[in-house]
C-alpha cells in the first residue's frame, strides 16, 4: 500500500480511530491530527508568547510533547480539551525559557502580517501588551480559565491574576480605542467609524 493511500485512508477516519493509530506509533495518523489541530494550537501559542517566531516554536515543541505524552492519553477528557492543556502547558514554558531581560521592553520579531487568522485585529493589539497581562488575559477570557487557574498556571497569587487581567482590560480599551480611530482615518466612509 503506498503512503498516498495510507493517508488518503486515514484521513477518512474519525478522531478517535486517529488517535488510536497514532497512540500505536502510526506517523500517518499523527499527521492527521496535526492537520486537523495544528492552526488552533498555534493560535493559541501566538496569543500567549506574543511573538510569531515563539508561537512557531512552541506549536513544534507542543506537537512533540504530544507525541511523546499520546499514549498517556485515555480518552477520560475529549482530545481537544487534554491538547489545549498541553499547549497552555508548552507555550508557557516556551515564555519563560525565552525570556530575557530585554525581551520584556522590546518585542522586535512581531511580524502582524502573517497572522492570518479571522481574529487578526483582536490579535494585533493583543501582541501589545505587557507580556504577564496578556498570558492572563487569553486564559481567563479567550480560553476560559479561572483566576485560580491561571495562577497555578503562572506561579502567582490569584490577586495577581485578576490585577493583571483588569490591567490588561484597561489597556486594550485604550489600544481598541486607538485602532477604530485610526481605521476611521484609513477609510471615513467607514459609517462613521462605527464597529460592531
Known amino acids: 500500500m503506498t503512503a498516498t493511500k495510507q493517508v488518503l485512508e486515514l484521513s477518512q477516519l474519525q478522531e478517535p480511530e486517529l488517535i488510536n493509530s497514532a497512540k500505536q506509533g502510526d506517523k500517518h495518523a499523527f499527521k492527521q491530527l496535526y492537520q486537523l489541530h495544528h492552526q488552533r494550537v498555534y493560535a493559541l501559542c501566538l496569543r500567549l508568547t ?3 517566531s515563539l508561537a512557531e516554536e512552541a506549536t513544534q515543541d507542543c506537537f512533540v510533547r504530544l507525541w511523546q505524552k499520546l ?7 475529549q482530545f481537544s480539551t487534554w491538547l489545549h492543556t498541553l499547549t497552555v502547558n508548552q507555550a508557557l514554558s516556551s515564555v519563560k525559557k525565552q525570556r530575557s531581560f530585554w525581551a520584556r521592553f522590546v518585542s522586535s520579531d512581531i511580524d502582524i502580517h502573517q497572522i492570518t487568522d479571522e481574529y487578526e485585529d483582536l490579535d494585533k493589539i493583543l501582541l501589545k501588551l505587557p507580556e504577564r497581562a496578556r498570558i492572563v488575559f487569553v486564559l481567563h477570557a479567550l480560553e476560559g480559565y479561572k483566576h485560580e487557574e491561571v495562577a497555578s498556571l503562572m506561579a502567582i497569587s490569584a490577586g495577581t491574576s485578576k490585577a493583571q487581567y483588569h490591567r490588561a482590560q484597561k489597556l486594550l480599551q485604550q489600544l481598541m480605542s486607538q485602532h477604530s480611530l485610526n481605521k476611521v482615518k484609513i477609510s471615513p ?8
Open 189 to 196: 466612509a467607514n459609517n462613521g467609524g462605527q464597529h460592531g
Open 50 to 52: 506574543g511573538q510569531v
Open 71 to 77: 499514549p498517556q492519553f485515555r480518552g477520560e477528557s
